[in-house]
């Protein structure tokens, strides 16, 4: 029996690029008022930088603005991108989700990667503690627990108080959610959104999660 469905964050609750796109614009507003940069500029620039890659994105535009940029003027980007408060929202099927899930006496839970900063700003942008019963970022945990690492899918067991096989994990990201399945019978869903950043990433160690979805509201038949 099904006690707990526990979610990743970034494009399972939220969109990833839609983030990425708040935190551009964020960004083109900073330039804008250093460089007399206009911001839409910056900001189309941006997003073309991080289409073709998106590795060094500030990096590549201060090379083609042929602004002369110091490591800590790059290191002051990155952080005002992680510590900006984003315009973003849960997809259109979580809080729906999560109500059903309510009414089952299912409990809800997250477990997300990713810089803690930039996280528990996700996190409060869209007020998940008023739905989640549990949330676990694991950059607080330390680096090295970041999944695929069990160390944040045994703490929310013991906060949850269920066992393994009572829980569900539902995730995007072949590269790491999925392994746990072969440490602790946790069931797992891969959702297969639109526009997902790790989509065509390659799975760890080979291993697959036990089903796919489209769309949160089937999560009700694997309950």
Known sequence: MVKAVVFDLDDTLISE?????????????????????????????????????????????????????????????????????????????????????????????????????????????????????????????????WKPHPKAFELIREKLKISFDEMVYVGDNPEKDFYIKTICPIKTLRIMRQEIVHFSKIYYQSIEEDFRIKSLEEIRGYL
């Open 17 to 145: 690029k839609e983030y990425i796109r708040s935190g551009y614009h964020h960004i083109a507003r900073i330039i804008e008022d250093r460089f007399s940069i206009d911001k839409n500029q910056v900001f189309d620039d941006l997003m073309g930088f991080f289409n073709v890659s998106s590795l060094n994105v500030f990096d590549r535009l201060y090379d083609k603005y042929q602004i002369e940029y110091s490591k800590e003027m790059i290191l002051d980007l990155v952080k005002e991108y992680r510590g900006h408060f984003p315009n973003i929202q849960f997809y259109g099927d979580v809080l729906p989700c999560l109500t059903e899930l309510k009414k089952l006496g299912i409990k809800a839970g997250i477990i997300t990667d990713g810089h803690k900063i930039a996280q528990r700003q996700k996190l409060k942008a869209v007020q998940a503690d008023e739905y989640f019963d549990e949330i676990i970022v694991t950059d607080e945990l330390g680096r090295d627990y």
